[in-house]
Each structure stands twice: as C-alpha cells, then as structure tokens.
C-alpha cells in the first residue's frame, strides 16, 4: 500500500471512482489505496517475469497480463491490480465491462519496502482463499529471493524459496519452469 486512505467507500463507489481515476487505486474493507509508482527495478522484474512467461505458455490455454488487469480476490472486500496474472483457460470477469478478472491462476508480486508487509500478510491471506489461484510468487527486488506459495490437487499450499540465479522457479500448475537468472535479467540489485 502506498498512500493514505480514502473516507470509506462502497464497493460500487470504488469502482466508480477507479474507472475514471488516472491513477489506479486498490481497495480493501471500505478504503481505496492509490498506488504509488514503482522502482526501476520494481518494473524491470515485471516486465523480465512477463518475457519469460509468454513463450513458455504460447500454445497453451494460459496467457500472462501485466499490471493493468483489476483482479477482484473477494467481492465486497478486495480489488487489486498484481503485478503480473497468468490466466488459464476462458477469462472470466465480474460484469460486461471486462475490467475486473474473477479466474486468475498465479498472481505474481514484487516486494518493495512500502508493500512487502501487506503482499506478505492481509494480500498472501486473501490470496490463499481465492478458489482459481493455484501460485502466489513474491519477487524480491533488493536481492535474489523468490518465494512461491504452490497448492496441490488436495487444496494444500506449500512453501518454496529460491535464492540462487541458477534456480529453477517450477510452476506446475500451469506447466512451466524459468530460471531465477532470467527474471533478475540485467536488474540491478543494490550492493552487488
């Protein structure tokens, strides 16, 4: 989260005001969070982890989406915009307008210090009921660390870290695997 919020709103006068707003807000429990603008790194990792997807899935039912894509995890409660979505299979999407994704398969975000403590606790909470999410994958962008929440056939979320560029992130649920080197592709990482 990035700035202060708003008076409390409705879920409808959330998505009034974000349709027209310039600056996209997220929305949790009654409050609209503007989202702040990135880091160079922040958005080099987006765009490296959408360069290694899109090959991989082409030819496959899935497709990835980058940072625009509203994705409603709870309704009345929470909307937000991941910073990259793989959808499997038919979009699926709250109303007519098509701006709201109902289905995602793996949300990926980037931890930065104004949102590290919220990806990792209210948005990893939220995340883990959505009944479509098969991976939640945390990119670090101060160091070399990913953390991928994976959930089986039997609905059971397991924990991986990664932490050498030689590793290899395994996303079976949509039948892919990249290196860690390819995602941190030429992101300058402070202290190295």
């Given at each position: 989260?990035?700035?202060?919020?708003?008076?409390?709103?409705?879920?409808?006068?959330?998505?009034?005001?974000?349709?027209?707003?310039?600056?996209r807000?997220?929305?949790?429990?009654?409050?609209?969070?503007?989202?702040?603008?990135?880091?160079?790194?922040?958005?080099?990792?987006?765009?490296?982890?959408?360069?290694?997807?899109?090959?991989?899935?082409?030819?496959?039912?899935?497709?990835?989406?980058?940072?625009?894509?509203?994705?409603?995890?709870?309704?009345?409660?929470?909307?937000?915009?991941?910073?990259?979505?793989?959808?499997?299979?038919?979009?699926?999407?709250?109303?007519?307008?098509?701006?709201?994704?109902?289905?995602?398969?793996?949300?990926?975000?980037?931890?930065?210090?104004s949102?590290?403590?919220?990806?990792?606790?209210?948005?990893?909470?939220?995340?883990?009921?959505?009944?479509t999410?098969?991976?939640?994958?945390?990119?670090?962008?101060?160091?070399?660390?990913?953390?991928?929440?994976?959930?089986?056939?039997a609905?059971?979320?397991?924990?991986?870290?990664?932490?050498?560029?030689?590793?290899?992130?395994?996303?079976?649920?949509?039948?892919?695997?990249?290196?860690?080197?390819?995602?941190?592709?030429?992101?300058?990482?402070?202290?190295?």
């Amino acid at each position: 989260m990035a700035s202060n919020p708003v008076t409390k709103v409705t879920e409808e006068q959330y998505l009034a005001l974000d349709r027209e707003a310039e600056v996209r807000s997220e929305f949790l429990d009654g409050e609209m969070w503007a989202m702040s603008g990135g880091s160079t790194r922040h958005s080099a990792l987006a765009t490296n982890i959408v360069i290694e997807l899109g090959p991989l899935l082409r030819g496959t039912d899935c497709r990835v989406f980058m940072s625009d894509l509203r994705v409603r995890v709870s309704p009345g409660r929470m909307y937000v915009y991941p910073d990259v979505t793989v959808v499997c299979g038919k979009l699926l999407f709250a109303d007519d307008r098509q701006d709201i994704l109902l289905n995602p398969a793996v949300i990926f975000e980037g931890l930065s210090p104004s949102t590290e403590n919220y990806d990792r606790g209210v948005k990893l909470q939220q995340y883990l009921s959505m009944e479509t999410l098969k991976d939640y994958i945390l990119i670090d962008q101060n160091k070399v660390r990913v953390e991928q929440y994976a959930r089986d056939n039997a609905d059971t979320w397991t924990f991986r870290a990664y932490q050498h560029l030689d590793d290899e992130l395994k996303i079976d649920s949509v039948g892919v695997s990249c290196q860690l080197s390819g995602i941190y592709d030429r992101v300058e990482l402070p202290g190295v």
